[in-house]
């Protein structure tokens, strides 16, 4: 079992940034690919950005190409997702999942609490 912990969310301005962290208990971290999603009132949940095992691999929605990134510390069991240049329409909670590493593609199998990023205008 695999639990995430998010933190860093909170309240920016427009063109303002933030940093995201995930923290997972366990000792499987190093074969978890990692992802955050979000979710905006009234829309369905997108992901955001992933990550491969070894960070080699990271893939982004276009929205958040050349703002967010998305890294990670295997050593610290940690994902952080850095996001730059943040727009009212980042505004959402941000959830960090994990599955294993195993393909490309795949259902992401744990997932945390959720952390609030609001973005003011």
């Known amino acids: 079992q695999v639990q995430l912990v998010e933190s860093g969310g909170g309240l920016v301005q427009a063109g303002g940034s933030l940093r995201l962290s995930c923290t997972a208990s366990?000792?499987?971290?190093?074969?978890?690919?990692m992802a955050w999603f979000r979710q905006a009132p009234g829309k369905e949940r997108e992901s955001v950005a992933a990550?491969?095992?070894?960070?080699?691999?990271?893939k982004y929605v276009d929205s958040v190409k050349g703002r967010f990134s998305i890294s990670r510390v295997n050593a610290k069991n940690t994902v952080y997702l850095r996001m730059n240049s943040l727009k009212p329409e980042d505004t959402a909670v941000y959830y960090c999942?994990?599955?294993?590493?195993?393909?490309?593609?795949?259902?992401?199998?744990?997932w945390g609490q959720g952390t609030q990023v609001t973005v003011s205008s």
């Open positions: 366990g000792p499987t971290f190093s074969r978890l690919r």
């Open positions: 990550i491969s095992w070894s960070g080699g691999d990271t």
């Open positions: 999942a994990a599955r294993l590493d195993t393909s490309a593609v795949g259902t992401y199998d744990y």
